[in-house]
């Protein structure tokens, strides 16, 4: 073989014990290697390191690990929105991963995130949820469009959205939500005339009739929803919630919470066929807006 192909014969080794260890050969002391397995399918391992487990993101695993089936086997990991403690599962994880699956929300500065993540091979990266400026080559992802997605979502609710005079939306100061969520709210609120405010603390934020409030995270929902029963305020006519993202509960509190929200099962499922396919598409997802009571 290293006559043939002119490698050192040390090349030529390392892929016979290559091939040895992942079972097409098998040796024979003395004899030299066979051929094992004729019908060998070259083994997907995977490491996903997903931020924080939500119910969205169980969407998104339990959809990928549907679509990969038998045919993967997957490593599971969540960072905590801690990018320190990203950098370090992915410099600790020696394993030869086939694919790795990341959604890169970080509560600190992430400026420079991309040269953590330019360590991983392109051919072997899928990110999902969110574009992170700086990658180099060509890669797979699937993600949301942050800024422009809510602006049309506000937009399809226009005529909802008429009967109140301000839109307040509750972003935490320690967040790990991206900023253009807000700066798509704000611009929708110049183009329409709408008060716009950015509420850090919703539990120490007056609550009043002609106002709309866009919740991220789902205890700051619940905080607001205690405090416009405690208010005797009636959702949809006097104030209006709209979630963001979509869980199952949304659709019974409050006789039905507006949402707007991707759709998370596809985001796991194009991953999981970008990984069987070997693809390096870039996919926008569509967002939904879903109207309810509430609004």
């Given at each position: 073989m290293?006559?043939e192909?002119e490698i ?6 390392k892929c016979y ?5 992942i079972g097409v050969?098998e040796s ?5 290697y066979?051929?094992k397995?004729t019908?060998?399918?070259h083994t ?5 390191l997903?931020?924080?487990l939500?119910i969205?993101k169980?969407?998104?695993f339990?959809?990928?690990?549907a679509?990969l ?10 960072y ?7 950098r370090?599962?992915?410099s600790?994880k020696?394993?030869?991963?086939s694919h790795y699956v990341i ?8 400026e420079n995130?991309h040269e953590?993540?330019?360590?991983i091979p ?6 999902l ?8 080559g060509?890669?797979a992802a699937?993600?949301?469009?942050f800024?422009k997605d809510i602006y049309?979502a506000l937009k399809q609710a226009i ?8 839109i ?5 100061e320690?967040?790990?939500?991206p900023p ?11 183009d329409?005339?709408?008060n716009?405010q950015v509420v ?10 002609g106002?709309?409030?866009i919740?991220?995270?789902?205890d700051d929902?619940?905080v607001?929803?205690e ?9 949809g006519?006097?104030v209006?919630v709209?979630?963001?993202n979509?869980?199952?509960l949304?659709r019974v ?6 949402t707007i929200?991707t759709d998370f ?12 396919e ?10 939904h807006?879903t109207l309810?009571?509430s609004?």
């Open positions: 290293k006559d192909y050192s014969r040390d090349t030529a080794e014990k290559h091939l040895r260890n050969l024979v002391p003395g004899k030299g066979y051929i397995n019908s060998f399918r997907i391992k995977v490491l996903l997903f931020n924080k939500t969205q169980q969407i998104i339990d959809s990928l690990i679509v089936g038998e045919q993967a086997s997957v490593d599971f990991y969540i905590h929105n801690d990018l320190s403690l990203f370090k599962l992915l600790s020696k394993e030869p991963y959604i890169p929300h970080f509560l600190e500065d992430s995130v953590i993540i330019n360590t392109k051919n072997k990266l899928v990110v949820d969110k574009q992170i400026p700086g990658l180099n060509e890669y699937v993600y949301e469009n800024e049309d005529f909802q959205l008429s009967k109140y005079h301000t307040k939306v509750i972003f935490p320690y967040s790990y939500y253009e969520i807000v700066y798509g709210a704000k611009r929708f609120c110049q329409y005339a709408f716009c850090e603390d919703i539990s120490n934020e007056p609550v009043g009739e106002e709309v409030y919740s991220l995270m789902e929902l619940v607001l929803i405090r416009i029963i405690s208010l005797n305020l009636l959702a006519k006097q209006g709209i979630s963001y979509e869980m199952p949304q509190i409050l006789d039905g919470i507006t929200s099962a596809m985001m796991g499922s194009l991953a999981a066929r970008m990984i069987l070997n693809k390096k598409n870039r996919v926008e997802l569509p967002f807006l309810r009571a609004l």
